[in-house]
């Protein structure tokens, strides 16, 4: 529905938001008027399974996944813009033929 009075549907949702602010303690500063998700439900629960400094079998798992004489730090990331610039010229690469062949196939 389309609001008639511009200046009334923005004291409300000044209102509405003023009021999250005030439920959450301050626990939410940002701007609650983006709606965009923090917190991913896929990406967030690994990288925090990863990278959780306390947990107890952290370095049980990096041994495990064959990252443990890694110098990185984080050991884990979920991407990496050092990978992406290396491969930056293979998006250049035609590889339309590779689909035709798996068509063809």
Not at 20 to 39: C, E, L, M, T
Request: glycine letters at 6%.
């Amino acid at each position: 529905m389309l609001a008639v009075d511009l200046a009334q549907a923005d004291d409300t949702c000044a209102a509405i938001i003023g009021y999250v602010g005030d439920v959450s303690g301050g626990v939410f500063p940002y701007d609650n008027r983006i709606f965009g998700a923090d917190w991913d439900p896929i990406e967030d629960p690994v990288t925090d399974y990863f990278t959780t400094p306390n947990q107890a079998n952290l370095n049980e798992i990096f041994t495990k996944i064959h990252v443990s004489d890694s110098t990185k730090d984080p050991v884990f990331e979920m991407g990496s813009n050092a990978v992406g610039e290396a491969f930056v010229m293979d998006n250049l690469i035609d590889y339309s033929n590779y689909v035709e062949k798996l068509i063809a196939a």
